[in-house]
């Protein structure tokens, strides 16, 4: 059993930046992929960034490309979204997820509000 717990967001201006950490238990975190999701208000969640269990790949959605960043720190059990030139459609609920590598993204947080004002 893992569990998630994120953190970091909260009301920005455009063009503003935040960074998302999202703290797991359990000593296997190492071996998880991990993800970022979000979810707006009336829109279906969206993957907005993925990273392996090493950090040698990641992915990114085309609407984040070159503004935000995912990382993690296996010895400290947590993966981070840096968000960077925030706009008002980056405003959703974000959450992390783990693959464990049975049925995909198998573990959920409970989301951290990001708001982006114009």
């Not at 790949?57 to 995912?70: E, H, L, M, N, P």
Request: net charge positive.
């Amino acid at each position: 059993q893992v569990q998630l717990v994120e953190s970091g967001g909260g009301l920005v201006q455009a063009g503003g930046s935040l960074r998302l950490s999202c703290a797991a238990s359990g000593r296997a975190f190492s071996r998880y992929n991990m993800g970022w999701f979000r979810q707006a208000p009336g829109k279906e969640r969206e993957k907005v960034a993925t990273i392996n269990w090493s950090g040698s790949y990641t992915y990114y959605a085309d609407s984040v490309k070159g503004r935000f960043t995912i990382s993690r720190d296996n010895a400290k059990n947590t993966v981070y979204l840096q968000m960077n030139s925030l706009k008002p459609e980056d405003t959703a609920l974000y959450y992390c997820a783990a693959d464990s590598g049975s049925v995909g993204y198998d573990y959920w947080g409970q989301g951290t509000q990001v708001t982006v004002s114009s």
